[in-house]
């Protein structure tokens, strides 16, 4: 068998057809194993798990079903959502069982729609448990790095509950041995050699896990081998060819080939075709992205998936332009947008959505209103007491320096709040009106326009201890600051259509033999909605696993000496 691709749906493949007693072949295109995993947040979306209901949170399948009828619906295929949801826990034991992984339940995270039927506030969603990157060996170097914006002090990993510690070591004992703790092990780790931290979490730390389970296994895996051609004979996927050292070498698979190269984030012609616009170059996901597996599963007679709502999963992205013309991209997901103070506009100084949504519903407000007034870019602003205490993108907060970041032309900041607008290029006169507005809604506690903190998912990123809501705070002590976000993706949903086995359907919705799609280039089974946190992650994993499983127990294609079964 071979496997396209070592990201979180390529490593589940190939592990789970080894697991089950099937030689495997993985490949990778660039130099580096985790593809997107490796640079995410981390969380996986798998409901009905075992830890649910230890962290307090008891669930259904008919629960959760009707969660998914109110917020994905028709967007994708009910077979599809159904054979995710049956599936999901299943994987979740399988690889706990069988491999390093190991996911931690969160005891409170909602769901990104708490007020719709069905949702749940916590137990869907898990983390990858912290994991060592020391037992990789020389191998850790093999290892995607994590995002700069998950690191602190040149390479050390955080995650929020490391934030707000940090943040607090001045304030808090607790805080500041916790804090100890992280720079103590950071710096042992620089001056062993390693050229970044090895204490991983998030979305790294579920690849590292993966991939010190495909060491273990002994499972054969080629770097900077991309993917040319899927052999088809006969209508059946029956190999590959790969470009290896410079030559191109023809892999034959005895039961298929799994391709799972991480969507097509980085194809300007994709993206031209499949994306609203105005669009561009603004995804997070590895810019190796760029949607070769679509492309020559389609030439092999496999069809892109229909109905979805969106193509991409959203997410507002900040750029810094550095002076060698490379660009830092940062992802408003979950700091700053929902604490108290922030306020979101469009190009013509007024506000257009509920800053506190999830990322992707924040980007389906700047497109929705985009098609009336300009908002591709937006523009976060804040005031001089926000930026102290919580930063804003790549500036961070207690007097850290950023003069750098408004000499680049990230970061914006004036006096007043009509030099801020001017700076920007939009109107002084209606920002002023707007931050005077949103500072009212402070005041009472109530977003009469957008309904900022009012519900358990935007609390839940708010700040607590400021009443009476925790997403709402004043916005009217200088010096201001504000950053240009675009619409950016953390990846993409419109992929290659498949059935519950994951494999890929031809234009008739036929199975093609020997051909199984996971990850983003899987159609995605959310339809481009997103429900809550980790649905790319949890049907990436769950999905490769099926394909694993299928594949592993399908009949030889052919029978070849020495080839990948």
């Known amino acids: 068998m071979v496997v396209i691709g070592a990201g979180a749906g390529g490593m589940a493949a190939a592990l789970t057809a080894n697991i089950e007693g099937r030689s495997v072949l993985l490949t990778e295109k660039t130099d580096r194993v985790g593809g997107s995993t490796a640079v995410s947040g981390g969380a996986v979306w798998a409901p009905l798990n075992a830890q649910s209901a230890k962290v307090g949170h008891p669930d259904t399948f008919e629960k959760v079903w009707t969660y998914m009828q109110k917020t994905v619906g028709d967007a994708a295929p009910a077979a599809m959502q159904q054979a995710f949801l049956r599936n999901c826990a299943g994987m979740v034991d399988y690889f706990e069982k069988n491999t390093l992984v190991e996911l931690v339940a969160r005891s409170n995270s909602p769901d990104y729609y708490p007020d719709r039927e069905g949702a749940a506030f916590g137990g869907r969603s898990l983390d990858p448990a912290m994991f060592d990157g020391r037992s990789l060996g020389r191998n850790f170097q093999e290892l995607r790095d994590p995002l700069p914006e998950f690191q602190v002090l040149g390479g050390m990993m955080i995650n929020m509950t490391d934030a707000k510690h940090l943040l607090a070591v001045t304030r808090s004992f607790e805080s500041w041995r916790e804090g100890m703790k992280l720079v103590l092990r950071y710096f042992s780790d620089r001056l062993r050699g390693y050229h970044r931290g090895t204490r991983l979490v998030l979305g790294n730390a579920l690849a590292g896990r993966l991939f010190k389970s495909v060491l273990d296994r002994g499972i054969e895996y080629w770097l900077n081998a991309p993917l040319e051609k899927l052999h088809v004979v006969d209508g059946r996927v029956t190999g590959v060819s790969l470009m290896r050292d410079g030559k191109r070498v023809a892999v034959r698979a005895r039961r298929g080939v799994i391709v799972a190269t991480g969507g097509f984030p980085w194809s300007e012609t994709l993206r031209s075709e499949l994306y609203p616009q105005p669009s561009g170059p603004w995804s997070m996901s590895?810019?190796?992205?760029?949607?070769?597996?679509?492309?020559?599963?389609?030439?092999?007679?496999?069809?892109?998936?229909?109905?979805?709502?969106?193509?991409?999963?959203?997410?507002?992205?900040?750029?810094?332009?550095?002076?060698?013309?490379?660009?830092?991209?940062?992802?408003?997901?979950?700091?700053?947008?929902?604490?108290?103070?922030?306020?979101?506009?469009?190009?013509?100084?007024?506000?257009?959505?509920?800053?506190?949504?999830?990322?992707?519903?924040?980007?389906?407000?700047?497109?929705?209103?985009?098609?009336?007034?300009?908002?591709?870019?937006?523009?976060?602003?804040?005031?001089?007491?926000?930026?102290?205490?919580?930063?804003?993108?790549?500036?961070?907060?207690?007097?850290?320096?950023?003069?750098?970041?408004?000499?680049?032309?990230?970061?914006?900041?004036?006096?007043?709040?009509?030099?801020?607008?001017?700076?920007?290029?939009?109107?002084?006169?209606?920002?002023?009106?707007?931050?005077?507005?949103?500072?009212?809604?402070?005041?009472?506690?109530?977003?009469?326009?957008?309904?900022?903190?009012?519900?358990?998912?935007?609390?839940?990123?708010?700040?607590?201890?400021?009443?009476?809501?925790?997403?709402?705070?004043?916005?009217?002590?200088?010096?201001?600051?504000?950053?240009?976000?675009?619409?950016?993706?953390?990846?993409?949903?419109?992929?290659?259509?498949?059935?519950?086995?994951?494999?890929?359907?031809?234009?008739?919705?036929?199975?093609?033999?020997?051909?199984?799609?996971?990850?983003?280039?899987?159609?995605?089974?959310?339809?481009?909605?997103?429900?809550?946190?980790?649905?790319?992650?949890?049907?990436?994993?769950?999905?490769?696993?099926?394909?694993?499983?299928?594949?592993?127990?399908?009949?030889?294609?052919?029978?070849?000496?020495?080839?990948?079964?």
């Not at 001089?384 to 408004?406: C, I, K, N, S, Y």
């Not at 839940?460 to 201001?480: E, I, K, S, V």
Request: charged share 20%; proline share 7%.
């Open 286 to 565: 590895p810019q190796a992205n760029q949607g070769e597996g679509i492309t020559l599963a389609k030439e092999a007679g496999a069809t892109l998936g229909t109905g979805h709502v969106s193509p991409a999963f959203w997410a507002p992205v900040s750029i810094l332009k550095r002076p060698d013309g490379s660009e830092v991209r940062f992802p408003h997901l979950v700091w700053d947008r929902a604490k108290p103070g922030l306020m979101a506009v469009n190009q013509a100084g007024e506000r257009f959505v509920n800053e506190s949504t999830s990322y992707h519903e924040f980007v389906r407000a700047m497109y929705r209103s985009h098609e009336m007034v300009p908002t591709v870019p937006a523009f976060l602003v804040c005031d001089h007491d926000f930026m102290e205490r919580w930063g804003l993108g790549l500036a961070l907060p207690g007097g850290r320096p950023r003069e750098h970041l408004v000499r680049a032309g990230y970061l914006y900041k004036a006096q007043s709040l009509r030099d801020l607008a001017a700076a920007l290029g939009i109107d002084g006169e209606r920002l002023e009106a707007s931050a005077a507005r949103f500072t009212r809604f402070a005041e009472s506690g109530k977003d009469d326009d957008f309904g900022k903190g009012s519900t358990a998912y935007n609390r839940y990123l708010g700040d607590p201890d400021q009443q009476p809501n925790a997403c709402l705070g004043p916005l009217q002590r200088g010096p201001f600051y504000a950053v240009k976000v675009y619409a950016g993706d953390i990846g993409t949903a419109c992929g290659i259509a498949c059935n519950e086995h994951a494999q890929a359907l031809d234009a008739q919705g036929q199975p093609i033999v020997g051909l199984y799609m996971a990850g983003n280039d899987m159609h995605s089974v959310m339809g481009g909605e997103y429900p809550a946190p980790g649905i790319t992650l949890g049907p990436a994993l769950t999905f490769g696993w099926i394909a694993g499983r299928h594949a592993a127990s399908s009949p030889e294609l052919h029978s070849t000496a020495g080839a990948p079964s």
